[in-house]
Every structure is written in C-alpha cells, then in structure tokens.
C-alpha cells in the first residue's frame, strides 16, 4: 500500500511539473537606458539582469540601476573603453558597490587610458571573473545565447572600431548592438555575416555620420532603430544623413527611437512572437 501511494504521489508530481513549470523563460526586455551621451543597454528576463555598457561616469549610474530594482548582475559587458560607455562601471564596480557582478567580459581593444586601467584594477580589486571576448564566442542570458561577431582576433583594434558587437536571433527577430563601430567595421561584419539581421538594432556611435552605411542598414532589415545620445550633444549626434539613410532603411521615421528625446526606451521581445516596444505591449 505504501509503494501505491508513493507511486500516485510521483506521478501527481511529474504531472503537475511537465504541465505547469520549470520550462524555460521565453523572453527578454531590453532597456536602452537614459545616460545622456553615451550607452548602456540592460537586459531583463524573468528577474535576472545583465548589461551591455555602462553610459558615462556622469549619469548617476548606480541610482538609475537602483530604480530598476536591480541588485545582481548576470554579467557586465564593456564595448570597449571609452568615458561614455565605460565610465559608469568605475561607479557601479567598486569596491562598496551595492551591485553583485558574477561576470565581467572586456574587449580586446587595445587603446591606453585611464578608464582602461582604472577598469582593469578594479576587477583585479574585486576578485569577479574576467574574460576577454572577440569573434566567435558566445556568451549566455538566461539560457538564451548573445553571439560575439566583431572584433575578430587576428589583430588588435583601438577605440571605436574595437567595439564588441553583439547579436542574438531567433528565425526573424534578433538584436544587434554595436557600440561605437564605424563604416569599415560594417564593411568586414558584412563580409563575414552577409545575411546579418538586426531587427531591433543599436544604432553605431550614437547616430554619427562616420557609422550607419547604406548597405549595413538595408542589409539588416530593421525594425526598430535606437539611438543612445545627450540633447544638444557637442558631437550634433545624431547626424542628419543618419537619420534620413535610418529613415530609408526602415521606411518610417516612427521606427526610430531616440533618448535624447525619449528617455529610457525599452522593448519586449519574445521568442518566436516578435519584438515590441514596451509601451505599446503593457
Ligand atoms: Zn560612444
């Protein structure tokens, strides 16, 4: 009698977890966070969260976290060293941080400054693991896989164009963020992923006129387009022939999404559904 009753409690059991739970979490939101001039995109699924860049050491990055209720971060991946994506992980990365990183990925980018040393020591002060990513790696976020397509590792790439490039897809939706690269980086990503797709698409270098070819942007059928940069920048980011190539791409200027205007704007994307902007999908 005993093994009858444990037998009908386990199969209650196997019943109610193949029916009910413990299947994989099936979307992600995207955060392109407000931080002035600069980039910082978070991602969020089922209350795990992980960033791309960390905006400028000016934007009050630990607060702005804070109000996203963010408290543990899956990883931390660095674009590459420059103030305006690198400069709020100097504040979020202390050592009195409130933040538990698990993981850090740096570039390859060889450009010598003090934000690079001043992260490299602070990880070394933190003891959190450190990888360095290039072409052909992948990392995970919440089971779901980011694909590192640039920079490759044969030689070593300085400032923008040493910008790690990130992709994720499912059939037609995916997620393409660039950081700061420039034509001729599109150029060699194109040569090496000529069916490259970015539906929803960080727009290179915050809309500069030296990113955003004609050919990238058509080859990438777009969905939506975001730009990461201040009001009234210095750079006059976006630049003009930008947003008209941007506006040819995608055939309509509501598919631009801009933070200077914005603020924080953020999509929902679930896996083999599509991809939304939060607003319009809650
Ligand atoms: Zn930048």
Request: aromatic share 12%; with cysteine.
């Amino acid at each position: 009698m005993k093994h009858l009753l444990f037998l009908v409690f386990c199969l209650t059991f196997l019943g109610c977890s193949q029916n009910q739970g413990f299947h994989p979490v099936d979307s992600w939101k995207i955060h392109f966070l407000d931080v002035g001039q600069g980039l910082s995109v978070l991602l969020e699924s089922d209350g795990k969260f992980a960033l791309y860049d960390t905006g400028p050491d000016s934007a009050n990055f630990e607060n702005l976290l804070k109000t996203l209720h963010v408290d543990t971060l899956e990883w931390i991946v660095i674009s590459h060293f420059h103030r305006d994506h690198a400069g709020g992980f100097l504040e979020i990365a202390k050592k009195d941080s409130p933040f538990f990183i698990k993981q850090i990925y740096f570039g390859k980018d060889s450009t010598k400054s003090w934000i690079a040393d001043s992260c490299i020591s602070l990880v070394q002060e933190k003891d959190v693991p450190l990888k360095y990513l290039q072409k052909g790696d992948s990392i995970i976020f919440n089971e779901y896989p980011l694909h590192i397509l640039w920079p490759e590792s044969e030689r070593n790439y300085g400032d923008n164009n040493a910008s790690l490039v990130l992709s994720s897809r499912k059939g037609n939706e995916s997620l393409l963020l660039t950081g700061d690269i420039e034509a001729e980086t599109e150029k060699k990503i194109l040569d090496y992923y000529p069916s490259l797709r970015g539906a929803l698409f960080q727009v290179p270098h915050h809309g500069s006129r030296n990113s955003s070819t004609l050919k990238f942007l058509e080859t990438l059928q777009i969905q939506y387009a975001v730009i990461s940069n201040a009001k009234e920048n210095t750079y006059e980011h976006p630049h003009s022939e930008t947003l008209k190539k941007l506006e040819a791409a995608t055939g309509n200027s509501e598919k631009i999404f801009r933070t200077d205007s914005l603020g924080t704007v953020c999509f929902h994307w679930e896996f083999g559904t599509g991809i939304w902007p939060c607003s319009k999908n809650h």
